[in-house]
């Protein structure tokens, strides 16, 4: 840019065009400041009329969200000694002792297994058929690629009826497998259009010269490509973890228990009379907070992970 | 298309190079890096999708296995397309695709604009404002049905403090009127961000010699907007509300998680109503040719898609 | 406009992806148009024929 420009905005419209944009990210921001909030509420505080802002915050949110509980007698809390945690503690205010973990934390970790094997799965296979496409001639190149995005539009609930057929003949419904297998076969779209874009970017000089000095087709792919495109590659991975982290139809319709990851699990989580909303505020904040902070480390790439590499920025 | 600059490329390396040096060919390496993916693709996508096109025509139930198949010919796609409660799922679907497309451009690209007036610390206002989008849709609409509880929910108290009327007086998803714009209202809340993306890297790619130009010209601000900035972001603008469409085309898991597509069936989507003859009715091949109705037109719209997509790279 | 005439007879690329792409557009506003049941029993026929006609004639010279 040249020191002066006419087409350079004025300090007001600058002014203007600020307080504008925050106003409406302050907005944006509310429904998921209240997520948070709301897990450190008491269940009365968080039903309270008005909406209370300022309130005493309180764990009993996330230690609903952990464990399971049974109200007991007074003979049975006596039984059962003072509180020895500050957990208990919690519990006893409402005569309850603690009966056992929950099943948030088997879904969490269903989420992190399926999240991060199908990621893992979808970025091997997704970079090598990327290698491929980018650098030698695949026959009907085009259609395939044309094909393998297609894939990744059509309606989950569509794709989950044949799906759901076939892992119940191969006794794969409600496994991790089965879910990987899916992720991984969803996720190649994106992986492959997009580490696709990045490695067009690199000069195909560098692997001549590598292929010149003794290398071999497979070493000049992973000692000079790879190193090369390892930012893309990362930003691909995490778009991929982000897409089967937040995944809900297929995870609703194929998975009920050994396998059952968050999204479908959070809403289920019931407390005496309706939702517990600061157990599922509590369990929403510790599922998205991973997402958000990827949000600011993906920040330059995310043009291009949404539009599949078309848009470069 | 005519052969890419890395095709140009890699016909101009000597063929025999690899070979010569030692190791696999150039052909062998690139079956042994695609067929994974082939495979993997047969298996999970086109094996299916021949299966479902095969259902389609049959009157199978997965809830019944041991009723006989019978061959029904088109009876499935004749029953679904003269279908007037299905007719009205669509409608249903059309109003929810049209309002938000409206509304996330109109304000997704207000929002480009006023951000790419490039004031201090726009590049972290962005950032905030792109959050929603990245979320767990499921999760996220199951939250919403708290701040649209009457009483209690934060929406409703704002709204109601902001037009002096009873939070309590009306809900937002129990109301036969209201559910429609509920989803509308959240799934705007989510996607915005997304076509604010899209016109920011439309409007930047716009030189600013261009403007410069204009300036010279002496034409006024208004001209230069309707003449210059709008038909430049126009093919992003394409691309984002193709991409809308496709999306809330086939929306399911926010809606389902919000209204469950009720009351009654007011909002009940195309997703949803297939998910309830297919998981609910189990009525496996009539859902088949239901599915393969929207495979083609999402196949279709992709295809279109992919044409923006490629004008797009052009620029 | 009458390039696009003379492009659809010397089956150039161009004017008929323009074409087929017309014809899915159409198919997806009578799937969901509120008008006329009969539109809507039609619409899956033009869709796929629309469909069809790109993948067909993305194959064409440009």
């Given at each position: 840019?040249?020191?002066?420009?006419?087409?350079?905005?004025?300090?007001?419209?600058?002014?203007?065009?600020?307080?504008?944009?925050?106003?409406?990210?302050?907005?944006?921001?509310?429904?998921?400041?209240?997520?948070?909030?709301?897990?450190?509420?008491?269940?009365?505080?968080?039903?309270?009329?008005?909406?209370?802002?300022?309130?005493?915050?309180?764990?009993?949110?996330?230690?609903?969200l952990?464990?399971?509980?049974?109200r007991?007698?007074?003979?049975?809390?006596?039984?059962?000694?003072?509180?020895?945690t500050?957990?208990?503690?919690?519990?006893?205010?409402?005569d309850?002792v603690?009966?056992?973990?929950?099943?948030?934390?088997?879904?969490?970790?269903?989420?992190?297994?399926?999240?991060?094997?199908?990621?893992?799965?979808?970025?091997?296979?997704?970079?090598?058929?990327?290698?491929?496409?980018?650098?030698?001639?695949?026959?009907?190149?085009?259609?395939?690629?044309?094909?393998?995005?297609?894939?990744?539009?059509?309606?989950?609930?569509?794709?989950?009826?044949?799906?759901?057929?076939?892992?119940?003949?191969?006794?794969?419904?409600?496994?991790h497998?089965?879910?990987?297998?899916?992720?991984?076969?969803?996720?190649?779209?994106?992986?492959?259009?997009?580490?696709?874009?990045?490695?067009?970017?690199?000069?195909?000089?560098?692997?001549?010269?590598?292929?010149?000095?003794?290398?071999?087709?497979?070493?000049?792919?992973?000692?000079?490509?790879?190193?090369?495109?390892?930012?893309?590659?990362?930003?691909?991975?995490?778009?991929?973890?982000?897409?089967?982290w937040?995944?809900?139809?297929?995870?609703a319709?194929?998975?009920?228990?050994?396998?059952?990851?968050?999204?479908?699990?959070?809403p289920?989580?019931?407390?005496?009379?309706?939702?517990?909303?600061?157990?599922?505020?509590?369990?929403?904040?510790?599922?998205?907070?991973?997402?958000?902070?990827?949000?600011?480390?993906?920040?330059?790439?995310?043009?291009?992970?949404?539009?599949?590499?078309?848009?470069?920025? | 298309?005519?052969?890419?600059?890395?095709?140009?490329a890699?016909?101009?390396?000597?063929?025999?190079?690899a070979?010569?040096?030692?190791?696999?060919?150039?052909?062998?390496?690139?079956?042994?890096?695609?067929?994974?993916t082939?495979?993997?693709l047969?298996?999970?996508?086109?094996?299916?999708?021949?299966?479902?096109?095969?259902?389609?025509?049959?009157?199978?139930?997965?809830?019944?296995?041991?009723?006989?198949?019978?061959?029904v010919?088109?009876?499935?796609?004749?029953?679904?397309?003269?279908?007037?409660?299905?007719?009205?799922?669509?409608?249903?679907?059309?109003?929810?695709?049209i309002?938000t497309?409206?509304?996330?451009?109109?304000i997704g690209?207000?929002?480009?604009?006023?951000?790419?007036?490039?004031?201090?610390?726009?590049?972290?206002?962005?950032?905030?404002?792109?959050?929603?989008?990245?979320?767990?849709?499921?999760?996220?609409?199951?939250?919403?049905?708290?701040?649209?509880?009457?009483?209690?929910?934060?929406?409703?108290?704002?709204?109601?403090?902001?037009?002096?009327?009873?939070?309590?007086?009306?809900?937002?998803?129990?109301?036969?009127?209201?559910?429609?714009?509920?989803?509308?209202?959240?799934?705007?809340?989510?996607?915005?961000?997304?076509?604010?993306?899209?016109?920011?890297a439309?409007?930047?790619?716009?030189?600013?010699?261009?403007?410069?130009?204009?300036?010279?010209?002496?034409?006024?601000?208004?001209?230069?907007?309707?003449?210059?900035t709008?038909?430049?972001?126009?093919?992003?603008?394409?691309?984002?509300?193709l991409?809308r469409?496709?999306?809330?085309?086939?929306?399911?898991?926010?809606?389902?998680?919000?209204?469950?597509?009720?009351?009654?069936?007011?909002?009940?989507?195309?997703?949803?109503?297939?998910?309830?003859?297919?998981?609910?009715?189990w009525?496996?091949?009539?859902?088949?040719?239901?599915?393969?109705?929207?495979?083609?037109?999402?196949?279709?719209?992709?295809?279109?898609?992919?044409?923006?997509?490629?004008?797009?790279?052009?620029? | 406009?009458?390039?696009?005439?003379?492009?659809?007879?010397?089956?150039?690329?161009?004017?008929?992806?323009?074409?087929a792409?017309?014809?899915?557009?159409?198919?997806?506003?009578?799937?969901?148009q509120?008008?006329?049941?009969?539109?809507?029993?039609?619409?899956?026929?033009?869709?796929?024929?629309?469909?069809?006609?790109?993948i067909?004639?993305?194959?064409?010279?440009?």
């Open positions: 840019m040249s020191s002066y420009s006419i087409t350079e905005p004025s300090k007001r419209q600058k002014w203007v065009a600020g307080s504008l944009v925050i106003f409406y990210a302050v907005v944006t921001l509310m429904p998921l400041l209240w997520i948070i909030a709301t897990g450190f509420k008491s269940p009365s505080d968080a039903i309270a009329y008005p909406p209370k802002v300022v309130f005493q915050p309180t764990l009993e949110g996330y230690v609903n952990f464990t399971t509980r049974t007991a007698t007074p003979e049975m809390l006596v039984q059962a000694g003072e509180p020895k500050w957990y208990d503690r919690i519990v006893r205010q409402y309850m603690i009966a056992g973990p929950s099943r948030y934390g088997e879904r969490f970790l269903n989420s992190v297994i399926i999240g991060f094997g199908s990621t893992f799965f979808a970025i091997v296979l997704g970079t090598a058929a990327a290698y491929a496409f980018s650098r030698f001639r695949v026959p009907l190149k085009d259609d395939l690629l044309f094909f393998i995005l297609s894939t990744r539009m059509m309606p989950p609930i569509a794709v989950a009826i044949p799906i759901f057929l076939m892992f119940r003949q191969l006794g794969l419904n409600d496994t497998a089965g879910m990987i297998l899916l992720y991984t076969a969803i996720n190649l779209s994106l992986s492959i259009w997009l580490i696709h874009g990045f490695i067009n970017e690199i000069p195909i000089e560098y692997e001549e010269a590598a292929l010149l000095d003794g290398y071999t087709r497979f070493q000049a792919f992973y000692k000079v490509v790879l190193p090369q495109a390892t930012t893309g590659i990362a930003s691909t991975a995490i778009f991929c973890l982000i897409f089967a937040n995944e809900y139809a297929l995870a319709l194929l998975t009920s228990g050994t396998a059952q990851t968050a999204p479908p699990f959070i289920t989580i019931i407390g005496t009379g309706g939702q517990d909303w600061p157990a599922v505020a509590a369990g929403a904040t510790i599922f998205l907070l991973p997402v958000m902070i990827f949000t600011i480390l993906l920040r330059k790439h995310l043009l291009r992970g949404i539009t599949f590499g078309a848009v470069r920025k | 298309m005519s052969p890419t600059h890395f095709e140009r890699a016909e101009a390396t000597p063929p025999m190079l070979k010569k040096i030692r190791g696999l060919s150039d052909r062998a390496i690139a079956w042994i890096f695609v067929a994974p082939i495979f993997l047969l298996a999970i996508n086109i094996f299916p999708l021949i299966w479902t096109i095969r259902l389609s025509f049959t009157n199978f139930r997965v809830n019944r296995p041991n009723a006989e198949v019978q061959f010919g088109l009876d499935n796609y004749r029953r679904i397309l003269s279908d007037s409660d299905i007719w009205l799922t669509m409608q249903t679907t059309a109003h929810f695709l309002w497309i409206l509304l996330q451009v109109l690209f207000s929002l480009a604009y006023l951000i790419n007036k490039k004031f201090r610390g726009n590049d972290l206002w962005t950032t905030i404002i792109v959050f929603p989008m990245m979320l767990s849709p499921a999760v996220v609409g199951n939250f919403w049905t708290f701040l649209y509880q009457p009483q209690i929910g934060l929406f409703n108290y704002v709204v109601g403090f902001l037009t002096h009327t009873d939070p309590s007086s009306f809900s937002m998803i129990g109301d036969v009127n209201l559910a429609p714009w509920a989803i509308v209202i959240v799934d705007t809340w989510m996607w915005t961000p997304f076509v604010m993306l899209i016109c920011l439309g409007l930047r790619s716009i030189p600013g010699s261009i403007y410069e130009a204009a300036e010279c010209d002496r034409a006024s601000k208004w001209r230069q907007f309707w003449t210059i709008l038909p430049m972001v126009l093919p992003f603008l394409m691309l984002a509300v991409f469409g496709i999306e809330n085309f086939k929306m399911f898991d926010l809606v389902v998680q919000l209204t469950g597509g009720g009351p009654g069936s007011i909002t009940e989507l195309t997703s949803i109503n297939l998910k309830r003859e297919a998981f609910e009715k009525r496996t091949g009539y859902s088949s040719a239901y599915a393969v109705i929207l495979f083609v037109t999402v196949f279709g719209l992709a295809s279109i898609y992919v044409k923006a997509l490629n004008k797009v790279k052009e620029r | 406009m009458s390039s696009f005439i003379s492009g659809l007879m010397r089956f150039r690329r161009g004017a008929w992806e323009m074409l792409s017309i014809m899915i557009a159409l198919g997806v506003v009578m799937m969901m509120p008008f006329a049941l009969s539109l809507f029993s039609y619409s899956f026929l033009v869709t796929l024929i629309g469909t069809m006609m790109f067909i004639t993305s194959h064409f010279p440009e």
